[in-house]
């Protein structure tokens, strides 16, 4: 009798404890560096996310942004999601483009030329390919976009509004083939430096200038050490949200379509923040004592220079000319030949 009770007591007890244990509490709360500070784009994709996956997960979740590149350098953080000692980090797509080639055609100057380019690439077919390849490429997945607008050269030496007149500037580009070579095509060869230095770079003038959207320049305080900017628009700054591969497959199910519904919900956020606050952040940048100029011809010059010098060149490692061509066609461009 006294063995039955017992017997009986402790099977229900490890009942209990299998129970506890098939499905236990697993509340997480993910760590996400973030390249940028306060105030820019990238954080607004953050708290996007963040309240997202709070509400999506009844609170079982949050996560906590560390921004300013307090977790390392945007290409470091690659490395450290990939090996699975960081959870996520929101960082430029030119910094993802050396430990996956093909989301290159992201940075190709001149191709993207709208908002709107960026998201039909982006949330269509073609961004589901690169999340695939970065996934196979590097060991992470994207999971959100933020669309953070045109890259805007700035300096601190003296006005430009053609090529002839970066002659003699140091500037500052991401460790990317892709922005060195369209420098080169315009003439000067550009110093390679990680986002994490550039601040001090400029400050401490190793370098005269770099380029970045308007909501970066002015979440970054570029116009403390900057004066000028030429809006050379080469690039549209698109700035995914990554988390570990090797996180997100020990997720449950219902965990990873709730993390990747945040994230759905954190691009749309970030389209509506660029549409909203861009334009107010150019006057903030002007109130500043920036000065912001178009270059002479509508860019033309830049543009004929770095498409003739560096969409042939990069052709294979976005995955050959026909893949340029299927990402042309997307944004209905027409299709280039050899
Ligand atoms: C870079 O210039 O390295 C990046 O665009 C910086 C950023 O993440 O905003």
Same mark, same amino acid.
Do not use: C
């Given at each position: 009798?006294?063995?039955?009770?017992?017997?009986?007591?402790?099977?229900?007890?490890?009942?209990?404890?299998?129970?506890?244990?098939?499905?236990?509490?697993?509340?997480?709360?993910?760590?996400?560096?973030?390249?940028?500070?306060?105030?820019?784009?990238?954080?607004?994709?953050?708290?996007?996310?963040?309240?997202?996956?709070?509400?999506?997960?009844?609170?079982?979740?949050?996560?906590?942004?560390?921004?300013?590149?307090?977790?390392?350098?945007?290409?470091?953080?690659?490395?450290?999601?990939?090996?699975?000692?960081?959870?996520?980090?929101?960082?430029?797509?030119?910094?993802?483009?050396?430990?996956?080639?093909?989301?290159?055609?992201?940075?190709?100057?001149?191709?993207?030329? $709208?908002?709107?380019? *960026?998201?039909?690439? +982006?949330?269509?077919?073609? #961004?589901?390919?690169?999340?695939?390849? !970065? =996934? @196979?490429?590097?060991?992470?997945?994207?999971?959100?976009?933020?669309?953070?607008?045109?890259?805007?050269?700035?300096?601190?030496?003296?006005?430009?509004?053609?090529?002839?007149?970066?002659?003699?500037?140091?500037?500052?580009?991401?460790?990317?083939?892709?922005?060195?070579?369209?420098?080169?095509?315009?003439?000067?060869?550009?110093?390679?430096?990680?986002? $994490?230095?550039?601040? *001090?770079?400029?400050? +401490?003038?190793?370098?005269? #200038?770099?380029?970045?959207?308007?909501? !970066? =320049? @002015?979440?970054?305080?570029?116009?403390?050490?900057?004066?000028?900017?030429?809006?050379?628009?080469?690039?549209?700054?698109?700035?995914?949200?990554?988390?570990?591969?090797?996180?997100?497959?020990?997720?449950?199910?219902?965990?990873?379509?709730?993390?990747?519904?945040?994230?759905?919900?954190?691009?749309?956020?970030?389209?509506?923040?660029?549409?909203?606050?861009?334009?107010?952040?150019?006057?903030?940048?002007?109130?500043?004592?920036?000065?912001?100029?178009?270059?002479?011809?509508?860019?033309?010059?830049?543009?004929?220079?770095?498409?003739?010098?560096?969409?042939?060149?990069?052709?294979?490692?976005?995955?050959?000319?026909?893949?340029?061509?299927?990402?042309?066609?997307?944004?209905?461009?027409?299709?280039?030949?050899?």
């Amino acid at each position: 009798m006294t063995f039955v009770k017992t017997f009986t007591t402790f099977a229900a007890a490890a009942s209990v404890a299998a129970l506890t244990f098939a499905a236990p509490a697993f509340a997480k709360n993910f760590k996400i560096a973030v390249g940028d500070s306060g105030g820019s784009s990238q954080e607004a994709t953050g708290l996007a996310f963040v309240s997202a996956l709070e509400e999506l997960s009844g609170g079982k979740h949050t996560a906590t942004l560390f921004l300013n590149g307090q977790l390392g350098s945007e290409q470091d953080t690659v490395n450290d999601a990939a090996i699975g000692t960081l959870d996520m980090s929101l960082l430029a797509v030119n910094n993802i483009t050396p430990f996956s080639p093909s989301v290159g055609v992201f940075t190709l100057p001149y191709v993207i030329l $709208s908002l709107e380019d *960026a998201e039909t690439l +982006t949330q269509g077919e073609i #961004g589901a390919e690169l999340t695939e390849n !970065t =996934i @196979n490429d590097a060991g992470v997945r994207i999971i959100a976009w933020t669309y953070t607008g045109f890259r805007r050269l700035t300096n601190s030496k003296k006005p430009v509004t053609s090529v002839a007149d970066l002659e003699g500037l140091v500037i500052r580009v991401p460790k990317n083939e892709i922005m060195i070579d369209t420098y080169k095509s315009w003439g000067i060869s550009p110093t390679p430096m990680a986002w $994490s230095e550039t601040f *001090a770079g400029l400050q +401490t003038k190793v370098v005269d #200038g770099q380029d970045n959207p308007y909501t !970066t =320049i @002015n979440a970054m305080k570029f116009y403390e050490v900057q004066k000028y900017v030429t809006n050379i628009r080469y690039i549209f700054s698109i700035e995914p949200l990554i988390i570990s591969e090797q996180l997100f497959q020990e997720l449950s199910e219902e965990d990873q379509n709730i993390v990747l519904e945040a994230g759905k919900q954190a691009t749309a956020a970030s389209a509506q923040f660029l549409r909203d606050k861009e334009a107010e952040i150019k006057q903030i940048l002007l109130d500043k004592g920036m000065e912001i100029m178009d270059p002479e011809n509508n860019e033309q010059e830049f543009i004929d220079l770095a498409t003739a010098a560096v969409w042939p060149k990069f052709y294979d490692s976005i995955g050959g000319i026909e893949k340029m061509n299927e990402v042309l066609a997307a944004i209905g461009r027409d299709p280039v030949s050899e």
